[in-house]
């Protein structure tokens, strides 16, 4: 039965290491508004470990990545673009840190949505 369980466990731990991916595409919603906005978020993403390409699209903010998931995650990635003043699903920027974000990329403010951002 001891035998049974350990090798059991073993292939549990197995399957799990085979189940992350080295080139895995992802994607997420990221608030933010102009080309500030996305340079920020994805300046942020792409100088973590494991990614490897890093986007986002100010008209449908939808950040997209290819990551090694043997060395970041998904949560890892919203952390980083939550620390530099960017919300995503389940991840809220810091209030100083997006007080501090130029008038044009305060995605909160309804207004902002209206500003000309050009091509900052």
Not at 11 to 23: D, P, R, S, T
Not at 35 to 44: L, T
Not at 108 to 119: A, N, V
């Amino acid at each position: 039965m001891k035998t049974t369980l350990l090798t059991l466990l073993a292939l549990v731990v197995m399957g799990i290491g085979h189940a992350q991916e080295k080139n895995k595409s992802v994607s997420f919603e990221v608030k933010g508004n102009c080309g500030m906005c996305k340079s920020r978020i994805e300046k942020a993403a792409i100088k973590m470990k494991g990614v490897k390409f890093a986007s986002w699209d100010t008209e449908t903010k939808k950040f997209t990545a290819v990551i090694d998931e043997r060395k970041c995650s998904i949560s890892d990635i919203q952390q980083r673009i939550a620390e530099v003043g960017h919300d995503s699903d389940g991840y809220t920027a810091p209030e100083e840190v997006y007080d501090n974000l130029p008038e044009c990329c305060k995605y909160r403010d309804p207004e902002t949505q209206h500003m000309d951002h050009g091509q900052h």
